[in-house]
Structures are given as structure tokens and as C-alpha cells.
């Protein structure tokens, strides 16, 4: 079963069956019971059309569920428009989906999370662990979007900032690895872009171009995290960095500075250093502090502590840190990261090793293990 395929399939047809008329949370029903059926009969059996096949299974269980709603009546109408099998419009809805899913009707967060869930193929857990929440009050939350949406006409597409937060987290999961998002969330950015003169839509797409003219150099022969300062600067795509700093640039003149305007920058004062201890950490603390002004985010003030701890040294990084909630997800690994630089050895050793357990995924767990069992070995033999 190709699972890359059903999930690049989904959002298109999402849109097509919201477009005919389903609301959407019936619609994202429909399709969940089409896809099921597609995982038992597809191994045995590939339509020649797997979305037009899609679109028409999850027609048929849509019309099925409207037969015996109260609402059978006012969906009448819409029996007699049941798609033939075959081939589908190849027309491209993601990004038109992506505004309706930032309906007026829901919160930021609630249409945030609503639509990487039902667009972005993202689960419950990781949506959760981009909030920083629990997973059950992530599935609440979710839970109320579908309802408060459930029969509403998204003829009232909601706001770019809306959007832009959710291509912005689709392409840290695809980043990640969890899931090959990434280069989807720059292709729906770049459409973007090209649709909307907004500042923060270039430094959106300059922030994604910059960090993934970095992924080949993320990762060793062995798939292990290779840290920013260890990367092969080498392996960089200098073309990819070259676009993204001339957008960025571009964005910056008009003086209408945004987060990922501002995030963008940061990541271009890294791309260009040609050593990692050539960095100008002064000027990415100061990018950090107006990201703190226009964000107020725990992860950017602990993002910021590393910053600190490499322009005025760890004990001013560590400093930092203390004022931040240790609960937060890479406080400890930050803090193990900034004694080890300290000379600390002991405590960073401990520290990686907790912040191991804590790890999300098992990249980061080995990589953080690794680290922790390379001090060890160096507080024994030295």
C-alpha cells in the first residue's frame, strides 16, 4: 500500500467533496471510510484512478450518511450529482483548502490545528506536541473545531496569518522527519507568494529555503543528528540559501517586520558563516530579541539562551535559562549543551542523558544518548 500516495491524494479530494457541497467535517468523515477501504482493496486490486476512485467512494459514503441525517431534505439535491468513476479534475485545491480551513468561525489555533489534522495528514500526537499540549486536549480541541464548523458554507475563506501558521508548523513535522511534509509546505508557500504581496509570506518562504538548503547536511552516513555546528557546510544548497536571502531581503526593505521575517534572519546569519565559529551570535541575539518583542514565545527565549551562551559565553546562557519553565520541551538538553560548554562535564553528561529520555523521536534519543555516553567516556579516561 502506498501511503505517500494516499496522503498527497487527500487534501484534493477533500476539497472536491467540500466544493460539491459536503461540509466539512461530514466530508473529512467520508473520506477517512474512503481510505479505509482503499488500505483493504488496493493491495489486491490499484484503480488505474486512484483519485477519481477516492472522490467516488467517498461520495457514496458522504450521500449515505445524508440519506439518514435530519437534514436528508436539503441534501437532496445534491444525489442526483454523484460523480461518475473515473478520472478526476487534475486541478491543484490544497492551498484554496488551507483558507477555508481558517474559517472566521474558529479560533486561530482551533483552524491551526483543525487543518493540519484534516489537510496536512498530521496526527493528533504531533499536532499536540507543536502546541505543546496534551494529546487529549489536542483531540478536544479538534473535536470542537469539527463541530463548529459542521454545516457551516466555507464560502468566507479566513486570514493569511492563519494560513501562514500552518504551513509554517506542516513544514517543521515535515522537517523533522516524522513526515516528508516539507517540501509540500514550501510548494503551497511558494503559490502563495506568488498570489499575495504580504512581507510575511516572503519571510515565510525564505525561512523554509534556508532551512532546508541545510537537510542533507542534518543527518550521517548512519541517519544520526548531526548538530548545526558540526554540519558539512559543504553539503549546504548555496542556491537554495542564495534565493531565500534575496527574498528575505527584499521583505526586510519594506519595513514591515514580522516573526518569520525576523526567524528568517537568524537563519541566514547562520547560512552566512562560512565556519560555525565565525557565526555573529551578537547579531542573532539581537534578532532573537525582537522575536521575543513580537512573539513573547518560551521556545524563542530559550532559543535565545543558546544564543547567549555563544555570544557572552555558557554562564550568561545558562543564566537565561534559569528564567525560563524547565518543563519545556529541550530545556534540558539546552542546559546539558551549555555546561558541557561550561566544562561541566558531570552535569552535562546527566543532563543529556535525561533530556534522552525525554526525546521525542528516536534521532533526537540517540543523538542525545550519544552525547551523554561520549562525556562519560571522557570524565573516566581524562
Known sequence: MNEALLRSLTPNVLAVLVRRGADFAAAEDALQEALVEAVRVWPADMPREPKGWLVTVAWRRYLDAARSDTARRRREDLVEEEPAPGPAPGVDDTLRLYFLCAHPALTASSAVALTLRAVGGLTTRQIARAYLVPEATMAQRISRAKR??????????????????????????????????????????????????????????????????????????????????????????????AEGVAILQAALARDRLGEFQAQAAIAALHADAPTAGETDWVQIVEWYDELVRLTDSPV???????????????????????????????????AAYLHERDGDLETAARLYAEAARKASNLAERDHLTRRAARLTQLRRTG
Do not use: C, K
Open 148 to 241: 463548529t464548523v459542521s454545516g457551516v458554507r466555507f464560502d468566507r475563506p479566513g486570514d493569511v496569518a492563519t494560513v501562514l501558521r500552518v504551513l509554517y508548523l506542516v513544514f517543521n513535522e515535515g522537517y523533522s522527519g516524522d513526515v516528508d511534509l516539507a517540501a509540500e509546505a514550501i510548494r503551497l508557500t511558494r503559490q502563495l507568494a506568488a498570489s499575495i504581496d504580504h512581507p510575511e509570506v516572503a519571510g515565510l518562504l525564505a525561512l523554509m529555503l534556508l532551512h532546508h538548503a541545510r537537510r542533507s547536511a542534518r543527518t550521517g552516513p548512519d541517519g544520526g543528528l548531526v548538530p548545526l555546528a558540526e554540519q558539512d557546510r559543504g553539503r549546504w544548497d548555496t542556491a537554495m540559501i
Open 300 to 334: 524563542v527565549r530559550l532559543n535565545r539562551a543558546v544564543a547567549v551562551g555563544e555570544a557572552d559565553g555558557p554562564r550568561a546562557g545558562l543564566a537565561a535559562l534559569a528564567a525560563l519553565d524547565d518543563a519545556l520541551p529541550r530545556h534540558t538538553a539546552v
